[in-house]
């Protein structure tokens, strides 16, 4: 069974402050692919990074980085010197190999506050 | 390049009613899903047509059902509605076959808020 768990329910920054936010997944397959999602007021789920799971190299794409470890099970993902507008609900991902059909994890809301 | 768009966005409905949600696919994708959201949650799987055919389904009782059209285009029917079925329902497309080798990243609609009353 597949199974991704965001302990964080809510976190509350200042602007330019940095954020991580947790993720851990469980699964028995092999290969998989992990997941970030933003999702805005507006309701639609904005795609952020696609991980497979035999690339563990970290990624920074601007002021995003996100860090895979296979060893703990974990793909956190974090915003540097955040921004109002990161404000969102941030979902983490799971899908596993030739079924592209997603679990999500229940979701960070991240406020950043000015 | 329009995107995934869904309607209606919002809709109130009574316990016992049948509601249809319509979902238009990324221009060039033939895969679509639909995910329930419920207040507070993640999405929730519900099932995925391609090809016109549903290929997979989630943890979901047969009152939902749905439909793919040869255009792509898809929608989801509720029949007996319950106060639970209150969520958003979000529709996402890809590009990728049943057996595609790589998990295509899923693009999403706005959603459609439903309300059961």
């Known amino acids: 069974a597949q199974k991704v768990t965001q302990a964080q329910t809510e976190i509350s920054v200042v602007e330019k402050e940095d954020v991580t936010l947790d993720c851990v997944y469980e699964t028995r397959d092999t290969t998989y692919y992990l997941f970030w999602y933003k999702q805005p007021p507006s309701g639609e789920l904005v795609f952020l990074i696609r991980r497979n799971s035999f690339d563990e190299q970290n990624e920074i794409s601007g002021r995003y980085s996100w860090n895979f470890q296979k060893s703990t099970s974990s793909f956190n993902f974090t915003i540097t010197a955040s921004q109002v507008v990161d404000s969102a609900v941030y979902f983490c991902?799971?899908?596993?190999?030739?079924?592209?059909?997603?679990?999500f994890g229940s979701g960070t809301k991240l406020n950043v506050k000015p | 390049d329009a995107g995934v768009t869904q309607s209606p966005t919002h809709l109130i409905k009574t316990r016992g009613q049948q509601v249809t949600l319509r979902c238009s696919p990324k221009?060039?994708?033939?895969?679509v899903s639909w995910y329930q959201q419920a207040l507070g949650q993640g999405p929730q799987f519900i099932f995925q047509?391609?090809?016109?055919?549903?290929?997979q389904r989630g943890n979901f009782p047969d009152r939902f059902s749905g439909h793919q059209f040869p255009n792509y285009s898809s929608e989801l029917n509720v029949n007996a509605l319950l106060l639970g079925d209150s969520a958003l329902y979000l529709c996402a497309s890809s590009h990728s076959s049943y057996n595609s080798a790589t998990n295509e990243k899923l693009f999403f609609g706005s959603g459609t808020q439903l309300s059961v009353l």
């Open positions: 221009s060039g994708h033939d895969t």
């Open positions: 047509y391609y090809e016109e055919e549903e290929r």
């Open positions: 991902a799971l899908s596993v190999y030739n079924f592209n059909k997603f679990y």
